[in-house]
């Protein structure tokens, strides 16, 4: 590659897309094979994935069922392509992007190891500069992002990481040769749902686990399992039904939300509804009834289940009750899913410490001191502290707009955007599942292709009536902003406090509710409508002549 000193022209595209996961590989499709564009996919690692190229940590599979984490666009992929579990693991996950980039053939414009450092818009050519850590630059007229709302790593700023004389990692930057626990004391920060996939198979390996624990949180088991080829075959004869179903929902998951509130039965019928819920597992457990995140009360009786659920599981009951002592409504946070998660503090080799009791003091060279002098020692520590979520990915990249403008500088109070697609003052840059869009709500696939296609309609409108650019406008920022605020309002997921909907796991991270929360379906409907109406809410930006 060229250093950082080149002097070439930069190369020539219709679209620059960064990413090659899921979102990044459809984008490339509907642009190069369906609209004949000329398109350029940067990828910083090196290979497909995306995110799950990086998460390959312990116990890391989907939450999604996954008959329904996969692409719906292609009759083909659904009859050639078979899952083998209910919850894929990410090597499976792996395996199924590589399988759909080689049967489009979309490796061959895929350009790997290769991070993007930056892009600045020019507003004279009407085109996006794109420059890469290694010094080579990109031009396009369009430039789409597709960098994932979880990917990028957050790492506490806890003193003392530095003399750290052990090992340690970050579950979304797992080494790909694995870690090996065996004979190792091992501290795990965070019960999220990575921690949660983690800490059994970790558990399993060492010599010793120590969970710290700030938030105790809720989970409902997987009940993972191998896929019959009942299953299979009846999901590939169904799948028409299955997608209008997700495409249909508030989550795009293929189950709809019952019409029933938690107060249309008796207690007794309740109980035996959450009980058929918890055998079966999954994220249906909220679909039960209509209020569950609507509804304080309502959820309460969800909530309430769940904890004694917890307060069996564990045999210890001062642990029992650091993990059933949760401060947030049921589904407020990301619901995780489990597979023996409350099991493994059973066992003799793990222990539980409430660092919200007795906070980290710091980390020493041999372990971790709490506020209260006690000294816990480890060989290795794994920080299952989660991402800089939605827009951690963005702003690591300097991204300039109209008369210099940086996506930090926009952003600074909290991200803005309209539909989540487009940010006012970047022209032409498309946030595929950004800010303000149902994105990680959501069973992450269907928003993706809702957003690719949406993007890829909207350039065929562009050069159809030769348009050389598009923006939000202030006035349709505004109103979207309230209108996502409203959304969220209308639930109780500002209730979490502690949430990464909000930004609160990143220090100094304005709080502000990023992802839509008006469902899917409603939100579908929003951008058909904009474009209907000649893409609403944008201003179109004619192209010029020169004399």
């Not at 190229?53 to 996969?70: F, K, L, M, Q, V």
């Not at 209008?244 to 929902?249: C, F, G, I, Q």
Request: hydrophobic letters at 40%.
């Amino acid at each position: 590659m060229p250093d950082a000193n080149t002097t070439s022209p930069p190369a020539q595209f219709d679209a620059i897309v960064i990413g090659a996961g899921f979102a990044g590989l459809y984008q490339l499709h509907c642009l190069r094979d369906r609209l004949g564009l000329k398109v350029r996919v940067l990828e910083a690692a090196d290979g497909i994935g995306g995110t799950w190229y990086w998460n390959r940590y312990p116990g890391a599979r989907c939450d999604s069922e996954s008959h329904s984490y996969c692409y719906s666009f292609s009759d083909e992929l659904i009859r050639d392509w078979e899952w083998s579990e209910r919850y894929p693991e990410h090597p499976e996950i792996r395996r199924y992007l590589n399988f759909v980039a080689d049967r489009f053939d979309l490796k061959r414009d895929i350009q790997l190891g290769t991070r993007v450092a930056g892009a600045s818009f020019d507003e004279g050519a009407s085109r996006w500069t794109v420059r890469t850590e290694a010094g080579e630059t990109f031009s396009a007229q369009f430039l789409i992002t597709a960098v994932g709302c979880l990917s990028s790593a957050n790492v506490p700023k806890i003193p003392g990481l530095e003399d750290f004389e052990g090992d340690w990692y970050h579950t979304g930057e797992w080494p790909h040769e694995g870690v090996d626990f065996a004979g190792r004391r091992v501290g795990q920060i965070g019960t999220g749902s990575t921690g949660i996939q983690a800490a059994p198979v970790i558990a399993a390996q060492a010599a010793h686990l120590t969970v710290f624990q700030r938030t105790a949180n809720y989970s409902v088991p997987a009940h993972n399992a191998p896929l019959t080829p009942e299953f299979k075959a009846k999901v590939k004869a169904g799948f028409a039904d299955i997608k209008r179903t997700m495409h249909s929902t508030t989550n795009g998951h293929p189950f709809v939300i019952e019409e029933q509130s938690v107060f249309d039965v008796t207690p007794e019928e309740r109980e035996a509804i959450y009980e058929r819920a918890w055998a079966k597992g999954g994220l249906q457990f909220r679909a039960n009834f209509r209020d569950i995140t609507t509804d304080m009360a309502a959820n309460a009786t969800a909530a309430e289940f769940i904890k004694a659920k917890i307060r069996a599981i564990v045999k210890d009951p001062a642990t029992a009750a650091k993990l059933s002592e949760i401060d947030h409504p049921y589904a407020a946070k990301r619901p995780p899913i489990d597979s023996f998660y409350f099991e493994t503090f059973n066992r003799e080799n793990v222990t539980l410490e409430d660092i919200r009791a007795d906070p980290i003091d710091r980390i020493t060279p041999t372990g971790i001191r709490l506020q209260s002098g006690k000294e816990i020692p480890l060989d290795i520590l794994v920080f299952a502290t989660g991402f800089d979520a939605m827009t951690g990915p963005f702003l690591r990249m300097d991204i300039s707009g109209r008369d210099g403008l940086t996506l930090a500088e926009a952003w600074e109070a909290g991200p803005r955007s309209y539909l989540g697609l487009n940010v006012k003052g970047f022209p032409n840059l498309f946030t595929i599942t950004g800010p303000g869009s149902p994105s990680v709500l959501c069973n992450m696939p269907v928003p993706i292709e809702q957003h690719a296609e949406w993007i890829a309609g909207c350039i065929a409108h562009m050069r159809q009536h030769g348009i050389a650019t598009i923006e939000a406008t202030e006035e349709a920022t505004e109103s979207w902003s309230a209108e996502v605020n409203a959304a969220a309002e209308a639930t109780l997921l500002p209730q979490a406090s502690s949430s990464w909907y909000l930004g609160a796991n990143v220090p100094g991270k304005p709080r502000v509710f990023m992802p839509y929360a008006g469902g899917m379906a409603k939100y579908r409907g929003i951008c058909d409508e904009v474009a209907a109406e000649g893409y609403r809410g944008f201003e179109l930006g004619r192209a010029t002549v020169a004399a």
